[in-house]
Structure formats: structure tokens, C-alpha cells
Nanobody, 124 residues
Framework: QVQLVESGGGLVQAGGSLRLSCAASGRTFSSYAMGWFRQAPGKEREFVTAIGWTGSTTYYADSVKGRFTISRDNAKNTVFLQMNSLKPEDTAVYYC?????????????????WGQGTQVTVSS
């Protein structure tokens, strides 16, 4: 069992940056690939990025490639999402998730555990 708690969301102007964190409980954190998804009002939850269990492999949605960076610290059971050059269309609730699925895990149904989400709002 893995419990996930996101933090770091907030309001930022376009072009700004935010860093999201996801703290995980459970001794098996390092055996899971981790992902970030986001859901804007009226839209389906969409894949943003994922990182393999060692941290050496990452995968990004085209919409965030070059602007967002995912990383993890297995010693601290934490995964991070550094978001730069933010755009109004990045506004959404961001969710952290964990999966034991094959790589790359880009589908919602591939993830076993989810956090409660953190709101990111980018003003124009």
C-alpha cells in the first residue's frame, strides 16, 4: 500500500515556475514508477510525465516537454515536478500517482495509487 500527498501548488503568472512535491508513505516506494497527471475543469485527467523506479528513465507528454522536469528522491520517498515557463493552459489540478505497470506508464488505468491533487493556476 502506498499513500501519496501532493504539495506546492498555487497561483503563478504566465512564464513563472512552480515545484510540486509528492510525499509517499510505505516501504516499497522505490519499487514503483511514479507519474504526474493533471485535470482541468471540464476535461479528462491527462498524463503529464512519469519516472522509473531508479529515477534514470523519464517520459513526458509533448505539451510539457522541455518545460517540466520530473525527479525523485527514493531516500526521502518523494517525487518532484519542476514546472517552468508556465502557461495559462497548464492550469489544472495536478495528481501524483504510483504504478507497477510496464514502461512507459501513460494511461490512467495503469496506475494503482493516487494522491488527492494540488491546484495549479497560471494567470495570463
Amino acid at each position: 500500500q502506498v499513500q501519496l500527498v501532493e504539495s506546492g501548488g498555487g497561483l503563478v503568472q504566465a512564464g513563472g515556475s512552480l515545484r510540486l512535491s509528492c510525499a509517499a508513505s510505505g516501504r516499497t516506494f522505490s519499487s514503483y514508477a511514479m507519474g504526474w497527471f493533471r485535470q482541468a475543469p471540464g476535461k479528462e485527467r491527462e498524463f503529464v510525465t512519469a519516472i522509473g523506479w531508479t529515477g534514470s528513465t523519464t517520459y513526458y507528454a509533448d505539451s510539457v516537454k522541455g518545460r517540466f522536469t520530473i525527479s525523485r528522491d527514493n531516500a526521502k520517498n518523494t517525487v518532484f515536478l519542476q514546472m517552468n515557463s508556465l502557461k495559462p493552459e497548464d492550469t489544472a489540478v495536478y495528481y501524483c500517482s504510483a504504478t507497477g505497470s510496464s514502461w512507459p506508464p501513460v494511461g490512467r488505468d495503469e496506475y494503482d495509487y493516487w494522491g488527492q491533487g494540488t491546484q495549479v493556476t497560471v494567470s495570463s
